[in-house]
Each structure stands twice: as C-alpha cells, then as structure tokens.
C-alpha cells in the first residue's frame, strides 16, 4: 500500500503564496513522475504542474511564472509554490503520484492524495 498525504492548504488573500507538500509513503520501490491537479466546484479536475524523476517540469498555462513545482527524492515528497495567487487559484489541490511498489516492481501506479483546500480570496 501507498499513502499520499498533502499538507499547507489554506486561506490567502489574493496576491499572497502558499506552499503545499505531499509525501508518499509506504511499500515504495521508486516514485517516477510527480504532480498537482486542482478541482474548482463543478468543474473537472485538471493538471496544475508535474515533475519527473529527472526534475524535468511542466506548467498549466494558468499558472506559469506564479507556481513552482519541485520534489526531494530522498524523501519522496513533492511542493508547489504557489505565488501572486488569484481568485481563480481557489479548489482543492490533489497530489499524484506514479509509484512503482515492492509488490509488483515491473509496473507503475497512479495513487491520489485526500486534498488540501485552497481558497483565494480577492
């Protein structure tokens, strides 16, 4: 089994940073690809930003030049800097991660985090 759990949601006013972390634990073999997604009410959830093993990233469009993604591979954890938010940053932000366990080390999964709330407010 594997847990992500993601910490440093909360409330900002608009302009302000966050920085959230999701660490994954349990029968890990290796962690490949890393990320955020967000889900807004009623609309779907999307990918915010993702990081490989490597560190190469990639950015939604929306958030380029405010958020940063970057990962501690040691400890199997990822953040996201979350700077100048905006009203429009406001959803629950879910931690992804694609894990290679012990239990099956010839295949990668896709586990989720809970989510951690962030909510702009203007």
């Known amino acids: 089994q594997v847990q992500l759990v993601e910490s440093g949601g909360g409330l900002v006013q608009a302009g302000g940073s966050l920085r959230l972390s999701c660490v994954a634990s349990g029968s890990i073999f290796s962690v490949n690809a890393m990320g955020w997604y967000r889900q807004a009410p009623g609309k779907q959830r999307v990918l915010v930003a993702a990081?490989?093993?490597?560190?190469?990233?990639n950015y939604a469009d929306s958030v380029k030049g405010r958020f940063t993604i970057s990962r501690d591979n040691r400890k199997n954890t990822v953040y996201l800097q979350m700077n100048s938010l905006k009203s429009e940053d406001t959803a629950v932000y879910y931690c992804n991660a694609a894990v290679v366990t012990t239990q099956d080390i010839w295949r990668s999964r896709d586990y989720w985090g809970q989510g951690t709330q962030v909510t702009v407010s203007s």
């Open positions: 990081i490989t093993g490597g560190g190469t990233t």
